[in-house]
């Protein structure tokens, strides 16, 4: 009897735990996944003007203003009277982050492939070619992945239903929870940065330039990658050198013989965000810090590259939180984030920090460019026009607003 | 334990964080004294029970339980057994009980001394003691569930006394249901966790627990 007694009572204590069953309900963005060849199947470019949701990289070529729509489309503007942009068309390209323009062809990305358009009429582009699977690298979902099979087209709210059971006991063995939580943010979208120049295409991703040949300006021959490393951000071309801006320095390229660009130098600075624009003598970068950049400090730093080979730091002023910049003569337009618009006078790079001469505060900008009719900026509520004749006092002229999308 | 007893002051500082529970442990205590001495036949057994897992007493929580049977037959009693359990429940806090069940009484040897017992409860555990919480846009609820308790032990007669105290362990399976809803009292506060994006959760416990029991009765 007192046997049994022990064996039960044995049973009874190794049996116990607690059994947790949960049913519930979450709502989650849930990808959409497609693949390039239905993306291509589905490709209907040209539509009538849309509505500007979020502004991305903005291209002036003649008179026209192209603005990316990211991971969009590019939208036309008429820009001949820039205090009164008229929009022409839509653009619809998925996957779309950056366009350069040569010789009335446009070129830009869709996800893996690079398009060439033809801009004879410009509310009307035609699609005159596809290069498939050029750019191999894609920011999806936070993360990079090379499957063009499986590209996030976007995201969907969906209510998932889900079970889950648990078993507790304080005498099991504790095993760690992996609690795989995704951030459902981040469109699909290539990365690619591009420039023109000497009848080149240069596009430049995470770690690779992409080299295209478009001597025939309607038919982009790929060329060869160069592997550059990693965070690679902006690229700016200047007369037969290319200045590859990365989130731990700059990369000087000649690129004279233009289809075998040449290193000639790498300059390093502390890893930050970091646009960049260059003159005959200096080369202007800003650094920002941030989330995404990495980073403690928010710069200007001025660079002297009379020799290529051997960039050097001359001056470094701080700033709140810079985004692009402009040059334009002796003047350097800074988008400071929420600080502004600034312009400084550039005249003497050693005080360039210390000569402000004008502060927009109400435009948190991120992007500038000098036009040849007007100084075009990105800001977070629009595209802005100023007249810069006089460089001490920007003069509005007009505003693409954007629509607030809920 | 008869200290405890005797004592509701103490009581409510050990082991009671509110009233309305002591009352209700002091109310079912009160009738089994009052009404025990005067029926024939009648048969009382007061309970504490560690609730707990296992041998080491991790996590342990405790139960009161007092049973009022009627013997019909020399070995056997049926009657009603109810009381108060403290569930302590893993990350969740401590979960509070009022159980009722019926409950088959067995004793091996009635008039010795010493005797071997079993008893089996079958029941329900009441969930109502645990507060049905709002808090911001979260509201859930408890569902009491099916309790069943079989024990094992040994009762010791007191010297020229039908009283007997008496030492048992078993087996004691709780169940409850919790039902979490995300409602959206206002535009600022979604009808969403906010971390997980969950708009509902109904969770399911099943409790087994090991207990081992001390008590008194007559």
């Known amino acids: 009897m007192k046997r049994i007694w022990l064996i039960l009572l044995g049973c009874i204590a190794l049996s116990s735990c607690d059994k947790i069953e949960s049913k519930g309900m979450y709502l989650a963005s849930v990808p959409i996944f497609e693949t390039m060849e239905g993306i291509r199947a589905k490709a209907n470019p040209v539509s009538s003007p849309a509505p500007i949701v979020k502004t991305g990289k903005i291209y002036i070529y003649q008179d026209y203003l192209f603005i990316n729509e990211p991971g969009k489309g590019i939208h036309i503007f008429n820009n001949g009277d820039p205090s009164k942009p008229q929009a022409m068309a839509f653009l619809s390209i998925p996957g779309n982050v950056d366009l350069a323009v040569l010789d009335g062809k446009l070129y830009a990305d869709s996800y893996t492939d690079l398009l060439t358009f033809d801009l004879q009429n410009p509310a009307s582009p035609q699609l005159l070619t596809r290069n498939k699977d050029v750019f191999k690298m894609l920011l999806q979902m936070d993360n990079f992945n090379n499957r063009p099979d499986r590209i996030i087209t976007g995201y969907r709210d969906s209510l998932v239903s889900y079970s889950q059971k648990d078993r507790y006991s304080p005498y099991d063995r504790k095993e760690l929870d992996y609690n795989q939580v995704n951030a459902g943010s981040g469109q699909g979208a290539s990365m690619a940065r591009f420039t023109i120049a000497n009848k080149h295409l240069y596009a430049v991703d995470q770690t690779t330039l992409h080299l295209f040949n478009v001597q025939n300006a309607s038919k982009p021959a790929y060329v060869k990658d160069i592997k550059i490393g990693p965070g690679i951000e902006t690229i700016f071309p200047f007369k037969n050198s290319l200045f590859i801006g990365s989130n731990t320095g700059m990369v000087i390229y000649d690129i004279t013989t233009a289809s075998a660009p040449v290193e000639l130098s790498r300059y390093a600075h502390i ?136 | 334990m008869l200290f405890l007893l005797l004592n509701p002051t103490k009581i409510n500082c050990l082991l009671f964080p509110d009233m309305k529970r002591l009352f209700i442990a002091m109310l079912a205590l009160l009738a089994a004294f009052y009404a025990g001495a005067q029926t024939k036949g009648y048969t009382n057994h007061n309970e504490f029970s560690v609730i707990t897992y296992g041998p080491a007493f991790l996590e342990s929580g405790f139960g009161l339980h ?153």
């Open chain 1, 271 to 406: 890893r930050a965000c970091d646009p960049v624009v260059v003159n005959e003598k200096y080369a202007f970068v800003t650094l920002r810090a941030g989330v995404v950049c990495g980073g403690q400090q928010n710069l200007l730093e001025v660079i002297d590259i009379q020799d290529l080979t051997k960039p050097m730091l001359k001056n470094t002023f701080t700033l709140e939180n810079p985004y692009g910049l402009a040059l334009s003569d002796q003047t350097l337009y800074v988008c400071d984030g929420k600080s502004g618009l600034k312009s400084f006078d550039a005249s003497d790079v050693s005080q360039i920090g210390n000569k402000l001469l004008e502060t927009h505060k109400e435009l948190m900008s991120m992007d500038v460019i000098a036009g040849p009719k007007s100084l075009i900026v990105v800001g977070q509520d629009g595209v802005h026009q100023y007249d810069y004749s006089n460089k001490a006092k920007l003069k509005a002229l007009s505003v693409i607003s954007v629509t607030k999308s809920n």
């Open chain 2, 66 to 218: 007092t049973y009022h049977g009627l013997q019909f037959h020399e070995n056997m009693s049926l009657g009603l057994n109810t009381g108060l359990d403290r569930y302590p429940v893993n990350g969740e806090g401590s979960k509070w009980f009022l159980p009722l069940s019926a409950k088959v009484n067995y004793v091996e040897f009635p008039d010795r001394k010493r005797s071997f017992f079993a008893g089996l409860d079958l029941g329900y555990g009441f969930a109502f003691l645990n507060k049905n919480i709002s808090e911001k846009n979260l509201k859930y609820e408890y569902q009491g569930g099916v309790l069943v308790n079989p024990q094992l032990g040994w009762r010791f007669k007191f010297k020229n006394s039908a009283k007997y105290w008496s030492l048992a362990a078993g087996y004691r399976y709780q169940q409850y249901s919790r039902k979490d809803s995300y409602i959206s009292p206002s535009a600022s506060l979604q009808d969403t966790d906010p971390w997980y994006g969950k708009t509902q959760i109904d969770k399911k416990y099943d409790l087994h627990r090991f207990t081992l029991q001390i008590g008194v009765g007559f």
